[in-house]
């Protein structure tokens, strides 16, 4: 029998906002929490950007989250761990209290399926150095930690979460670059969808915090950051920049199997109706500039449906916004029968392996309460109806896209939900 998977809790922590009234306030503002780059990333190389969005930064301590694993957590695993609480309470989920972390009314066999580009960046080289007695100007002399292997684990995050809300599982983390956080969030769809779990914490998380640029740099050398005089990426825009980085951020939704969720009285945002993923196999770095695979997943996805909104991966990059634009006008041949347009990471910027997770609470949030966020775009690409201010829209269906490095492609259709 094929099971109804329904989003009942979404949990979001990023500069924008740490929790959800904040972070959806500073989106529907179309507020950009961005800063110019610090002195520290321009002392051994020139950047072409002049801007990122930092990492958000919290105690745990103030959100009810004590353990004394926090010193060898990093960001990402603190971040993840803070994301699921927010999605845990959001949803309704019963929770006690334990000497190590809580547990949950959720079945035993509940997952955690978190999509991750990197992990551990700046605990790698501390270690490095340190072990190479090696001192930067800029560092001081790092010590070598002895829990530097568990903290570059790129498991690392989801394995927190199951460690701390005692979630027994399937438990584990999904890495397709850009693509992550929306893979984890299909696997964790078709598995509920099959029987195999009766619910899932899943989501993505991000963290390329580096003090001296060293991280950035690698992305400003492909050519791929924006050059705006602002730091506004200015998405599926004649005149797009390339992406705005950002050092990340967390964000998990709990999915459950619909009939568990009513019967426990849950609030259901939105419901997952289909998820389809496929690679382009062409570039490392580049989509494929026919978009096929692409046109072919959508085409997949969709079965037929008729949808109202499109979160786009939208980066600003000339030659993504040139293919997702392809793809929607012909797939859409009919101007007036295309859906409006939303590009999440031109307020975000580009949260890797995060992104796709923001994209899809955004998505969930917006079924429910009928609310989405704007597209700061003056100049729209020909065709494309791009949704270019926060507005209140009674929307039945949307898809949203994720488009990662190595040609990962995948896609989520989700349905306003109906008692």
Not at 119 to 147: C, F, K, Q, V, W
Not at 329 to 357: C, D, M, N, Y
Request: proline share 5%; with cysteine.
């Amino acid at each position: 029998m094929t099971r109804r998977v329904v989003v009942t809790g979404v949990g979001c922590l990023h500069a924008m906002g740490i929790g959800n009234e904040a972070f959806f306030g500073g989106v529907d503002s179309m507020r950009r929490p961005v800063e110019p780059l610090p002195q520290s990333f321009r002392q051994g190389y020139t950047f072409k950007t002049g801007h990122r969005i930092p990492l958000p930064e919290f105690d745990m301590a103030s959100f009810g989250i004590r353990t004394p694993m926090g010193k060898v957590m990093q960001p990402e695993d603190r971040m993840a761990v803070q994301a699921a609480k927010f999605a845990l309470e959001d949803a309704g989920v019963g929770m006690k209290e334990t000497r190590d972390g809580w547990t949950t009314d959720l079945p035993e066999e509940t997952g955690v399926l978190l999509g991750v580009g990197f992990t551990g960046l700046e605990t790698a080289l501390d270690g490095y150095l340190a072990h190479n007695g090696i001192r930067l100007e800029s560092r001081g002399r790092p010590g070598y930690h002895r829990m530097t292997i568990p903290m570059l684990m790129t498991n690392s995050p989801a394995a927190w979460c199951g460690i701390l809300f005692g979630i027994h599982g399937r438990v584990h983390t999904v890495n397709a670059a850009c693509a992550s956080g929306t893979i984890a969030i299909g696997e964790a769809f078709e598995k509920i969808r099959s029987g195999t779990m009766p619910a899932a914490l899943c989501g993505g998380v991000e963290n390329l915090q580096e003090s001296t640029g060293a991280v950035l740099r690698g992305f400003d050398q492909l050519g791929v950051c924006t050059r705006s005089a602002d730091g506004d990426p200015r998405p599926f825009s004649d005149g797009r920049t390339g992406f705005l980085f950002s050092e990340g951020g967390a964000c998990v939704l709990v999915l459950e199997e619909r009939g568990m969720a009513l019967a426990r009285g849950a609030r259901v945002l939105a419901e997952i109706v289909e998820y389809q993923e496929n690679n382009d196999a062409h570039s490392i770095v580049q989509l494929a500039p026919d978009g096929r695979k692409l046109k072919e997943l959508v085409r997949k996805v969709l079965g037929g449906r008729e949808i109202q909104l499109i979160n786009a991966h939208g980066t600003g990059t000339t030659e993504n916004d040139r293919i997702e634009s392809e793809v929607v006008r012909e797939i859409w041949p009919g101007e007036r029968s295309r859906p409006w347009v939303q590009a999440t990471k031109s307020l975000l910027g580009h949260t890797f392996g995060a992104g796709g997770a923001f994209e899809a609470a955004i998505c969930a949030r917006g079924l429910h309460e009928g609310r989405w966020h704007g597209t700061p775009c003056s100049e729209p690409v020909e065709g494309m109806r791009v949704l270019d201010r926060s507005a209140d829209l009674d929307l039945r269906t949307v898809l949203t896209l994720s488009l990662g490095f190595g040609g990962h492609n995948a896609a989520l259709v989700m349905e306003k939900h109906v008692p």
